[in-house]
């Protein structure tokens, strides 16, 4: 069974940096897409990016040069590299695991706050 496991969220103060991890235990899939997505409170959970098992990326175009997604095959990890963050990018971050044969799972979140 495949379970996804967020982690690095926490409170961060407007301009600084925070990465958050999704690990990926279990069955592996050969092909899939992962992504990052976000959810702020009273909002609809927008996509924030996405990685590819053929190693390609994609990010919101609103958050390209400040968010990077990565992943280490070795490690089952993806990564959210997140940068000059803003009060705006308040919300619950979770990864997403779409795999052959219709599979389609999620962690369980990650809590971002950007406040001073």
């Known amino acids: 069974q495949v379970q996804l496991v967020e982690s690095g969220g926490g409170l961060v103060q407007p301009g600084g940096s925070l990465t958050l991890s999704c690990a990926v235990s279990?069955?592996?899939?050969?092909?899939?897409?992962m992504g990052w997505y976000r959810q702020a409170p009273g909002k609809q959970r927008d996509m924030v990016a996405s990685?590819?098992?053929?190693?390609?990326?994609d990010v919101r175009d609103s958050l390209k040069g400040r968010f990077t997604i990565s992943g280490d095959n070795a490690k089952n990890t993806i990564y959210l590299e997140m940068k000059n963050l803003k009060p705006e990018d308040t919300a619950v971050y979770s990864c997403?695991?779409?795999?052959?044969?219709?599979?389609?799972?999620w962690g369980q979140g990650a809590q971002v706050t950007v406040s001073s």
């Open positions: 279990g069955s592996k899939f050969s092909v899939y897409i």
């Open positions: 990685i590819s098992s053929t190693g390609g990326t």
């Open positions: 997403n695991i779409k795999g052959l044969g219709g599979a389609d799972l």
